[in-house]
């Protein structure tokens, strides 16, 4: 049978097997946690709590009124001790909020809501309140993913269950583990968008996942056509794009988003959290996340409050070995190494990989023999090659022309490129430098 998949796309080791038949262990409420305000893509939230206030679990620290924009939750009970910057996985400090566990459990969750006879701005506002983001990386608040504008209606919401980055396994895990639960916020979310078809799509190295959540249709579906799909294992067959483009067919358009199509694609952490925003009241204030690499000797899938720093869970938790020598916070494809270990997780933490010197080599650069393996590669049929030429010119435009912005720094390029150029790093720099020029650009009249 072939499986369906996307054009481009590489093959790199997969390393799931330290994690990938690991339950998930609930880590305990840790003694203090650091719970950054704006954990997603938008506004700034501001503080809703003072130096010296006692605050409840599951109660709202952090929002604005702008949108797009996702509100934070304490994850533990206890008395604020500090506000004030603190490191982040995205490499920039941002302002937190400190909490010291009071030693109670008492929790200030919403009441439960039936997402099926509610008002749909009723169940939108649910998942704004319940602070719920996509939970594969992107960290996009999810009433505004779930609320396409009207002359943009949606037909299909895709499950996201590729997990196709190296070493993660903690939605295969959720899969396995809590199959009702996201089957269940697969249909609450067919349901808020008005889609009349919901796909579970499952990279074909998870296959016993799909029998799984076949299970779990009739119980959870509510009358929603529900199908699970085997997509091939190939990196980065998760990216929006690249999945859509497998399941249905469909391309989004350059500059285009997945509801420009008809289309909404969702995490499967992302349906657990909708589903347990509506049935139990329960904003997101915990998460799971895989820990792995080859300093890492206990790999785990763990559920931890969010706020937790992952320094406070060595070694009680997690041990790691004296030849660590990167840590990195997602993927090792689209990841961020960081510098300090007193990094929290965050809504968006999908795992913590611990680095050894063999793993974390450098090559040196050299120069390009425009082979073209970069433009096989890339899932986005862009010419890499050609855009670093531009951007090693200042020749912007020419990047832009050329679909720089399309770029979404999945690393297929840098990974295959046989000169070792950093080609994903120089997108970055390139994106960057591009929107300085246009909003120069912008204040000039031009």
């Not at 039936?114 to 319940?130: G, P, Q, T, V, Y």
């Not at 949606?154 to 939605?171: F, S």
């Not at 968008?193 to 998870?206: F, H, P, T, W, Y």
């Amino acid at each position: 049978m072939s499986l369906k998949t996307f054009r481009g796309g590489i093959h790199p080791p997969e390393h799931k097997e330290p994690t990938r038949d690991l339950p998930i262990e609930h880590v305990p409420d840790p003694s203090s946690v650091v719970i950054h305000l704006t954990q997603a893509i938008g506004a700034q939230n501001q503080p809703l709590v003072k130096v010296g206030d006692r605050v409840l679990k599951g109660q709202k620290i952090g929002d604005v009124q702008a949108c797009p924009a996702a509100a934070v939750h304490a994850s533990i009970t206890g008395i604020v001790k500090k506000i004030e910057p603190a490191p982040q996985s995205n490499l920039k400090d941002g302002m937190a909020v400190f909490i010291e566990a009071d030693g109670t459990d008492e929790t200030a969750y919403m009441l439960p809501l039936d997402a099926f006879s509610c008002s749909r701005e009723d169940a939108i506002k649910r998942l704004r309140d319940a602070g719920i983001v996509g939970m594969g990386g992107a960290s996009f608040p999810t009433d505004v993913k779930l609320a396409p504008p009207a002359e943009k209606p949606v037909d299909t919401i895709i499950a996201n269950g590729a997990e196709c980055e190296p070493y993660l396994t903690i939605d295969y895990r959720t899969m396995m583990e809590s199959p009702g639960d996201v089957v269940e916020g697969l249909a609450i979310a067919a349901h808020i968008l008005g889609a009349s078809r919901a796909v579970v799509a499952i990279e074909s190295n998870k296959a016993d996942a799909v029998p799984v959540i076949e299970q779990q249709f009739a119980g959870h579906s509510h009358g929603i056509s529900m199908e699970a799909v085997l997509v091939a294992t190939k990196y980065p067959e998760g990216g929006e794009k690249m999945l859509i483009k497998a399941v249905t067919g469909r391309e989004i358009p350059s500059h285009g988003l997945p509801a420009d199509i008809g289309v909404v694609v969702q995490n499967t952490g992302t349906l657990k959290a909708i589903k347990e925003a509506f049935t139990d009241g329960k904003p997101l204030v915990e998460r799971g996340f895989t820990v792995s690499g080859g300093a890492c000797t206990t790999p785990k899938n763990l559920y931890a409050p969010i706020g937790t720093v992952i320094a406070s869970l060595i070694p009680d938790v997690i041990q790691v070995s004296e030849d660590l020598r990167k840590v990195i916070f997602g993927g090792p494809m689209m990841g961020i190494a960081v510098p300090t270990l007193q990094i929290p997780v965050a809504k968006g933490t999908s795992g913590v990989l611990f680095f050894t010197a063999a793993e974390s080599k450098q090559y040196e650069e050299r120069q390009c023999i425009r082979c073209g393996r970069c433009a096989d590669a890339c899932p986005a049929q862009l010419m890499p090659m050609l855009m670093n030429a531009s951007i090693a010119i200042n020749d912007l435009d020419h990047a832009d022309a050329l679909g720089l912005i399309d770029c979404f720094e999945c690393g297929a390029c840098t990974y295959i490129c046989p000169a070792r150029i950093p080609l994903t790093q120089r997108f970055k720099l390139g994106k960057d430098l591009l929107r300085n020029q246009r909003a120069k650009e912008a204040r000039h009249g031009k």
